[in-house]
T-cell receptor, first 114, second 109 residues
Framework: ETGVTQTPRHLVMGMTNKKSLKCEQH?????MYWYKQSAKKPLELMFVYNFKEQTENNSVPSRFSPECPNSSHLFLHLHTLQPEDSALYLC?????????????FGPGTRLTVT | GQNIDQPTEMTATEGAIVQINCTYQ??????LFWYQQHAGEAPTFLSYNVQDGLEEKGRFSSFLSRSKGYSYLLLKELQMKDSASYLC??????????WGAGTKLIIKP
């Protein structure tokens, strides 16, 4: 158990649907991340929140919309997705106490866009 | 530019030793991480190197040479449960990691 949970674990949605992914961390960390993981490709950082403030948005299409209501919860709102958005979406958190810190990952949401 | 290279796939025998290499070119360097990811599961932290040299942790060791932009992960006494992908990542800042595509390690009996 890593202390980072994600729901749902699997999601199939059509291109016209709206859905949300949820992430919760129980570790008291200050930073939370959304990553996209596609087969045989490096993890792609999508968004970073530091103390609830978004600090990074790596040129992610607007059909992905993050929300961080508090330091423990992170959402990724999805709408009008494309088939190429099918991937594993991983949430992570880290303590950010000044030194470089490891990131703790959730199990991911396997997203299929039909 | 930023680039992290590691082999796509490796095969080894149970009980043997395997070395997974990682080379990197990044604009900054605050340390290098190795993570393990079993199929369908979350990546989990294995090691962190910021100084040159070898860090040993049980059956796993990780080596770093900053001047060569090179690291390796050494797995000894391989077990079937070590079959997984191994991800190399470089920290460019306190919270951003640049990731390699991962090495899928297949262990055969």
């Amino acid at each position: 158990e890593t202390g980072v949970t994600q729901t749902p674990r699997h999601l199939v949605m059509g291109m016209t649907n709206k859905k949300s992914l949820k992430c919760e961390q129980h570790l008291g960390h200050n930073a939370m991340y959304w990553y996209k993981q596609s087969a045989k490709k490096p993890l792609e950082l999508m968004f970073v929140y530091n103390f609830k403030e978004q600090t990074e948005n790596n040129s992610v299409p607007s059909r992905f919309s993050p929300e961080c209501p508090n330091s423990s919860h992170l959402f990724l709102h999805l709408h009008t997705l494309q088939p190429e958005d099918s991937a594993l979406y991983l949430c992570a958190s880290s303590p950010l106490d000044g030194d470089v810190a490891e990131q703790y990952f959730g199990p991911g949401t396997r997203l299929t866009v039909t | 530019g930023q680039n992290i290279d590691q082999p796509t796939e490796m095969t080894a025998t149970e009980g043997a030793i395997v070395q997974i290499n990682c080379t990197y070119q990044t604009s900054g360097f605050n340390g290098l991480f190795w993570y393990q990811q079993h199929a369908g599961e979350a990546p989990t932290f294995l090691s962190y190197n910021v100084q040159d040299g070898l860090e040993e942790k049980g059956r796993f060791s990780s080596f770093l040479s900053r001047s060569k932009g090179y690291s390796y992960l050494l797995l000894k006494e391989l077990q079937m449960k070590d079959s997984a992908s191994y991800l190399c990542a470089v920290s460019e800042s306190n919270y951003q990691l640049i990731w390699g595509a991962g090495t899928k390690l297949i262990i055969k009996p």
